[in-house]
């Protein structure tokens, strides 16, 4: 290969670089928003409605939304999730929507559980989320089912000195 062929191969790998790195940022600009939640949330101090769905929204976008509603879902199976055809849809009544997301802003809210709601929660089916106003899509995340107690963890092996 000559000098001008090396000069060439050189010139392409730099463009492509830059292009890839171009079209990173084009997908990645805009509003992302991460989800987080806690499934046996309790306020302090104590309300007296009891244990509840806390959920965490965070932006991690390139730029400012808003959140316009908190939802919760019952799917009874990833076929009915795939096609999202939920057994049961709600809007959770939040005093704190609409709220706006700036860059890297979290937003908090909680739903309080009914019967319908617990067994779905038991049966891994139960999911909250948001919807925004810079995207058609719902942003959902799965409400973990409770665990298990290991009952030797429960017990007392060693108690004080004899």
């Keep these: 290969m000559t000098v001008s062929e090396w000069i060439s191969v050189l010139a392409l790998v730099i463009s492509s670089g830059g292009f890839s790195l171009q079209a990173r940022n084009w997908f990645m600009s805009g509003p992302r928003l991460h989800l987080s939640v806690m499934a046996e949330a309790i306020a302090f101090p104590d309300d007296g409605k009891g244990v509840r769905v806390a959920l965490t929204v965070i932006n991690r976008g390139t ?61 891994g089916h139960l999911y909250v989320g948001v919807l925004a106003s810079h995207s058609n899509a719902k942003f959902l995340i799965r409400v973990p089912p409770p665990r298990k107690k290991d009952i030797a963890l429960e017990k007392t092996f060693a108690s004080g000195l004899s």
């Design 63 to 123: 730029d400012p939304t808003m959140l316009t509603h908190m939802i919760g879902f019952i799917y009874t199976s990833r076929w009915s999730q795939f096609r999202r055809k939920p057994e049961q849809a709600g809007i959770v009544n939040c005093p704190y929507i609409p709220a706006k997301l700036e860059i890297n802003g979290t937003w908090r809210g909680m739903m309080a559980y009914t019967e319908k709601t617990k067994e779905a929660r038991e049966k």
